[in-house]
C-alpha cells in the first residue's frame, strides 16, 4: 500500500514560483509511474506532468517550459517546480500513483492519490 502527501502549496503573484513536493510510504512506490495533477474549481482534474519509473517525464502543453517534474526514489519524494505562474494555474495540485499506466493522464488510470494541496496565483 503506497500513501501519498502533498506539501508546499500557497499563495502567489503572477510570475512567482512555487516548489510542490509529494512524499511517499510503502516499499511499491519505485515501482510505480508518478503524476502531478490538478483541478479547478467547476473544472475536470487535469494531467499536468508525469514520471515513469525509467526517468522519462512528460508535460501539459499550458506547463511546457514552466513547471518541472523531479522525483527522488532514495527520500520517496516527488516534487513539482512551478515557476511564472499565472493565475490560470490556480488549482488543488494532486500526486498520483499508477502501476501500470505511465504518463496517462487520465485519472481514472490512477490508484493512489494524496489529499492534495491549494495553490492559488493572483494578478
Known amino acids: 500500500q503506497v500513501l501519498l502527501v502533498e506539501s508546499g502549496g500557497g499563495s502567489v503573484q503572477a510570475g512567482g514560483s512555487l516548489r510542490l513536493s509529494c512524499v511517499a510510504s510503502?516499499?511499491?512506490?519505485?515501482?510505480?509511474?508518478m503524476a502531478w495533477f490538478r483541478q479547478a474549481p467547476g473544472k475536470e482534474r487535469e494531467g499536468v506532468a508525469t514520471?515513469?519509473?525509467?526517468?522519462?517525464?512528460k508535460y501539459a502543453d499550458s506547463v511546457k517550459g514552466r513547471f518541472t517534474i523531479s522525483r527522488d526514489n532514495a527520500q520517496n519524494t516527488l516534487q513539482l517546480q512551478m515557476n511564472s505562474l499565472k493565475p490560470e494555474d490556480t488549482a488543488m495540485y494532486y500526486c498520483?500513483?499508477?502501476?501500470?499506466?505511465?504518463?496517462?493522464?487520465?485519472?481514472?488510470?490512477?490508484?493512489?492519490w494524496g489529499q492534495g494541496t491549494q495553490v492559488t496565483v493572483s494578478s
Open positions: 510503502g516499499y511499491m512506490y519505485r515501482s510505480m509511474c
Open positions: 514520471f515513469d519509473t525509467g526517468g522519462s517525464t
Open positions: 498520483a500513483a499508477t502501476s501500470y499506466y505511465c504518463h496517462s493522464t487520465a485519472p481514472g488510470r490512477y490508484g493512489v
